[in-house]
Each structure stands twice: as C-alpha cells, then as structure tokens.
C-alpha cells in the first residue's frame, strides 16, 4: 500500500522571463482552499501592478481536490500548465501562484502556455520537496486498571506520537502510517474493556 505522498516544506519562489515579460512564482504548503485565498489575496496585494496573478493548486492525499485560474489569460494558457506541473512533479497540499508583469509583446497562446510551464519548474525546483506518510488517528478509552497492557501495546507496536488526557478514565489518542493501521486496530480491539474509535 502506498501511504506516502509528497509535499513542499515551506514557501519557495522562481523566476522567469519571456519577451520583456516577467513571471513571478510562488509555491506554498496548503491544507485548504481558505489558505489558499490568503496567499493569493496577499499576493494581489503586494504585485498590485501586475496584470495577472494565476495559481493552481493540489490539495488532499489519496482524494486530491484540484483548481486552476487564469486570471484573465486566456483560457487554459496559465492555470492549466501551473497545475500540469504539480501533477508532474507529484506534488500535493501545494499552492503555485505565477504574477505576471506585461512586457509590451504578446506572447501568443503557446508562448503564454510555455512561459507559465517554466515559471513554475523555477519555483519547483527551488522548493524543497519531502516525503509524508498518510496516516490514521485513533482513539481509545478505557479504564484505569487497563493502562499497564494498553501501553504494553503500544511500546510493541513502536507507536511514538501518542496524545494522553487522565480523568476519570483514560483517553488515549495515537497516530500511525496508513499501512499499519489496521494490525494497529486489532492489537488493541482484541483487549476486553478497551473501546478504539478511528477518528482520521
């Protein structure tokens, strides 16, 4: 099972120029699209005299949601080969967005395609690109006199990002890579008077 994908870890930018144009690009990690109007609106606002601020983006890991803009390029000139290139690189939970300053010469709907294309391997291969493991989070409850066995488990399965929360009973909620997930349920759905709930 493949339970990796790969992301960037911060922003990056590139650079690229064409006939008197410049093309600005910008990459950002994404989780959702209210971050990616963020950036984009922060970037309309810092290139404010630029003609077009185009982006696509990827975002999710095994159901990956997808969106490109022009800008007012012509259709499917800058957004199209913005998003081409994440799909390429197999990039995702990622935000591209390429500022264009006009030049004076049109660049034609091939060039703008190209131009768009490599402004946005500039910022691709600046970015540093890593690799996450998709994971499943659970949660168990259970009874105090249960403790000593519930983390007995959880040291042979080598779980290591466990979360506690002690009351009155015990709350307990870990995380492991998707591909182990389902041995990691039944290790602990197997103990009598432990309750596991998958939460993600």
Not at 15 to 29: R, V
Not at 81 to 102: A, M, W
Request: proline share 2%; glycine share 6%; charged share 25%.
């Amino acid at each position: 099972m493949n339970d990796e994908y790969k992301t960037i870890e911060k922003e990056a930018t590139g650079y690229f120029k064409d006939k008197g144009s410049k093309f600005y690009s910008y990459a950002y990690p994404v989780k959702n699209e209210d971050e990616v109007k963020e950036y984009v609106q922060h970037l309309k606002k810092e290139h404010h005299s630029a003609r077009h601020h185009c982006y696509a983006w990827r975002i999710g890991t095994e159901d990956i949601q997808t969106r490109a803009n022009d800008d007012g390029e012509p259709s499917s000139t800058a957004g199209k080969p913005i998003l081409g290139q994440l799909t390429s690189y197999e990039v995702t939970n990622i935000l591209v967005v390429v500022v264009r300053y006009f030049g004076g010469t049109l660049l034609g709907v091939s060039g703008l395609i190209s131009a768009y294309k490599n402004a946005t391997i500039e910022v691709l291969n600046n970015a540093e690109i890593v690799s996450k493991l998709i994971e499943n989070t659970f949660e168990l409850k259970f009874e105090y006199p249960l403790l000593n066995t519930v983390m007995q488990v959880i040291k042979q399965e080598n779980i290591d990002n466990v979360v506690t929360d002690f009351k009155e009973s015990c709350r307990l909620t870990f995380s492991v890579r998707k591909s182990e997930a389902e041995r990691a349920f039944m290790s602990f759905d197997t103990i009598y008077g432990v309750e596991i709930k998958k939460l993600s």
